[in-house]
């Protein structure tokens, strides 16, 4: 009897991945003839994309989490989407970064990603049109912000189209077994820092933390000498062969990276957006207050304020400042307008649907 049961809940499935496949093939043969109609214009459009998520999460009655069927409607998007082409991601590298991750997580695994050296050349890369995309860390919820990032953003004519929300989940990675014998340990700057007490508590204190320019780097360091660890994540132990000696190690438990989506093209409004400004104040009394004073006076939530050196004057600082909803919705516009009449320098850097997921 209980064969028999197996046997119509598995014929079952049989039937439905049938199905399932045959209604995938439809959404793909209208996602080339959508392409088609466009011809040749822009393939990628966030907003659409983040409607379509907060849809299937609306709709989604489980037992499948609203995440992980997101999670699968964006890998389904992803293959649809390089029907008409396949989008190129440029990310900090070398591959098996937290930034090679997040441009997966957002695109899905369609889309090509192209590893660089730095922040630096991901960016430049995507504004020669060498790549489409950028993917590049913003903000870590314990280490603050990526100056590197804020800097660049500033005079890019590349426009945020987009976010990523990414757990960070570090390790302790090696070739060898155990932790007896290890002389040095790699991982980028912030991640020695949001495992700095884990580290304390469990290595000795000889044992040198040595800065390199990412955790994939400091994985593949590693994974060539015996005597050495690494910090790194899933991606990187994979890549590099290397062996979890303990895993989950950052001191912060809700550790998370966000991440920002750059590219040439301006983005509509999804619903549910953010705007990223940069403003810089005349150096006078009460200056500060009167940039934050438009944002109340038109009813715009502001969600982060942030001070960044402007690197054209001594002591002299701009402003980094993400606020709720579109730069085209009337009281958002009113409250740039008023902005541009009482700051020094107004730069929107992108308005762009929220992480969904």
Not at 32 to 54: D, F, S
Not at 168 to 180: D, E, K, N, T
Not at 256 to 273: A, C, E, I, N, Y
């Amino acid at each position: 009897m209980s064969d028999d049961l197996l046997k119509a809940h598995r014929d079952a499935i049989d039937a439905i991945d049938a199905e399932m496949l045959k209604m995938l093939n439809q959404r793909a043969e209208h996602a080339r003839t959508i392409g088609e109609i466009k011809g040749g214009g822009v393939v990628y459009r966030p907003e659409r994309e983040a409607q379509v998520l907060a849809r299937i999460k609306q709709l989604n009655q489980g037992p499948l989490s609203d995440e992980t069927a997101a999670k699968l409607f964006r890998e389904v998007m992803s293959a649809c989407l390089a029907l008409e082409r396949p989008l190129t991601i440029a990310y900090l590298g070398p591959e098996g970064t937290f930034s090679q991750a997040a441009s997966i997580k957002h695109f899905g695994h369609a889309a090509h990603t192209q590893a660089c050296a730095s922040i630096d050349e991901a960016f430049r890369v995507v504004e020669s049109g060498s790549a489409d995309y950028v993917v590049a860390p913003v903000e870590n919820s314990t280490e603050g912000a990526v100056g590197r990032t804020l800097d660049l953003m500033v005079t890019s004519p590349l426009h945020i189209c987009g976010e990523v929300v990414l757990r960070i989940h570090h390790h302790l990675l090696r070739s060898q077994p155990g932790v007896a014998g290890i002389l040095r340990v790699y991982s980028h700057a912030q991640s020695l820092s949001q495992c700095h007490e884990w580290l304390n508590k469990n290595l000795p204190s000889g044992v040198e933390r040595i800065s390199v320019s990412s955790n994939a780097e400091a994985a593949r360091l590693a994974a060539r000498e015996p005597n050495s660890a690494a910090i790194a994540g899933d991606a990187a132990a994979e890549r590099f062969s290397l062996q979890r000696l303990a895993e989950n190690i950052e001191d912060e438990p809700n550790n998370t990276t966000r991440f920002l989506v750059l590219g040439r093209q301006q983005t509509g409004p999804s619903g549910k957006d953010r705007t990223s400004l940069v403003i810089s104040a005349p150096n006078r009394p009460g200056a500060l207050h009167s940039l934050v004073e438009p944002l109340a006076r038109n009813g715009v939530s502001m969600s982060k304020f942030e001070s960044r050196p402007s690197r054209t004057g001594l002591w002299e600082y701009v402003f980094f400042v993400d606020i709720e909803g579109h730069a085209s919705e009337p009281n958002v516009l009113a409250a740039l307008d008023e902005l541009r009449g009482v700051a020094a320098f107004v730069k929107v850097l992108g308005s762009y649907p929220q992480a969904v997921i």
